[in-house]
């Protein structure tokens, strides 16, 4: 998928498979060390309190934020921005609107640490209008990554546990092996504890902080109401057993 220079809102994909890709990265990274450290100093993808984190620790930082039904946020900067250098200079929240966290990008703003906003709701991306001349906003570099699924893939079986994944899917609903098994199931919202701790028992890698990965995978939601049916059953056969 094409991110022109600078980005428009229909480049990227609706949030909720950009969650989907994003958050099953944080949630194969997450750790408890890390957890435990202040934001600034953390790397790679993770998810807290307040979204999805992307930071490569010196090119790129994003941040993807749900805003409430149907409402998302997604600010950054990547060091191909050319935004916050632009004269005459670009209101990046013209437009925008009130349900933003203006606060905090105002406080990026003032530190010219702000690259881009875009924002969703009603169905569709948007952002402020940019000057013509303008080449470049950083969406395409800081982005990619999630916006093509390709990419995504090959982050994942940059992980070689993960590149060999078991199939994730059930006679009656087949899925391929490997790193597709385990996006398929991401994007689908049914990646839930269970399936995790399957695959990561057949990874055999006992150093994964499965805790850590469980958390995330609760705070991304990627387990969708899968979740909520895995413990009714799991609160049945406990209660039948009881008897």
Same mark, same amino acid.
């Given at each position: 998928?094409? $991110?022109?220079?600078?980005?428009?809102?229909?480049?990227?994909?609706?949030?909720?498979?950009? =969650?989907?890709? =994003?958050?099953?990265?944080?949630?194969?990274?997450?750790?408890?060390?890390?957890?435990?450290?202040?934001?600034?100093?953390?790397?790679?993808? =993770? $998810?807290? +309190?307040? +979204?999805?984190?992307?930071? &490569?620790?010196?090119?790129?930082?994003?941040?993807?934020?749900?805003?409430?039904?149907?409402?998302?946020?997604?600010? %950054?900067?990547?060091?191909?921005?050319?935004? @916050?250098?632009?004269?005459?200079?670009?209101?990046?929240?013209?437009?925008?609107?009130?349900?933003?966290?203006?606060? @905090?990008?105002?406080?990026?703003?003032?530190?010219?640490?702000? %690259?881009?906003?875009?924002?969703?709701?009603? %169905?569709?991306?948007?952002?402020?209008?940019?000057?013509? &001349?303008?080449? *470049?906003?950083?969406?395409?570099? %800081?982005?990619?990554?999630?916006?093509?699924?390709? *990419?995504?893939?090959?982050? $994942?079986?940059?992980?070689?546990?993960?590149? $060999?994944?078991?199939?994730?899917?059930?006679?009656?609903?087949?899925?391929?092996?490997?790193?597709?098994?385990?996006?398929?199931?991401?994007?689908?919202?049914?990646?839930?504890?269970?399936?995790?701790?399957?695959?990561?028992?057949?990874? +055999?890698?006992?150093?994964?902080?499965?805790?850590?990965?469980?958390?995330?995978?609760?705070?991304?939601?990627?387990?969708?109401?899968?979740?909520?049916?895995?413990?009714?059953?799991?609160?049945?056969?406990?209660?039948?057993?009881?008897?």
């Amino acid at each position: 998928m094409t $991110i022109h220079r600078p980005g428009q809102p229909e480049d990227l994909p609706t949030p909720e498979v950009l =969650w989907a890709r =994003w958050g099953l990265l944080a949630v194969l990274e997450a750790t408890t060390e890390a957890e435990e450290m202040p934001p600034v100093h953390r790397t790679g993808c =993770w $998810i807290d +309190g307040a +979204g999805l984190h992307l930071d &490569d620790s010196g090119c790129t930082w994003w941040t993807l934020a749900r805003m409430g039904e149907g409402r998302f946020v997604l600010y %950054g900067e990547d060091e191909s921005s050319e935004v @916050k250098w632009h004269e005459p200079a670009v209101d990046m929240l013209a437009g925008a609107p009130d349900w933003l966290p203006h606060d @905090k990008l105002r406080d990026l703003l003032q530190g010219y640490e702000l %690259g881009c906003v875009y924002w969703y709701e009603n %169905g569709a991306w948007a952002r402020a209008p940019y000057p013509q &001349d303008l080449d *470049d906003d950083g969406l395409d570099c %800081g982005m990619r990554r999630f916006v093509d699924r390709s *990419d995504v893939l090959s982050m $994942i079986e940059a992980d070689d546990d993960f590149a $060999i994944a078991p199939a994730l899917g059930s006679d009656t609903d087949p899925v391929d092996r490997g790193a597709e098994a385990l996006l398929s199931c991401a994007e689908r919202y049914a990646l839930t504890p269970r399936v995790l701790e399957s695959l990561v028992a057949v990874t +055999g890698d006992d150093e994964r902080d499965v805790p850590a990965m469980l958390r995330a995978l609760r705070r991304s939601g990627l387990a969708g109401e899968s979740a909520a049916a895995e413990v009714a059953g799991a609160r049945r056969t406990a209660a039948s057993t009881a008897v």
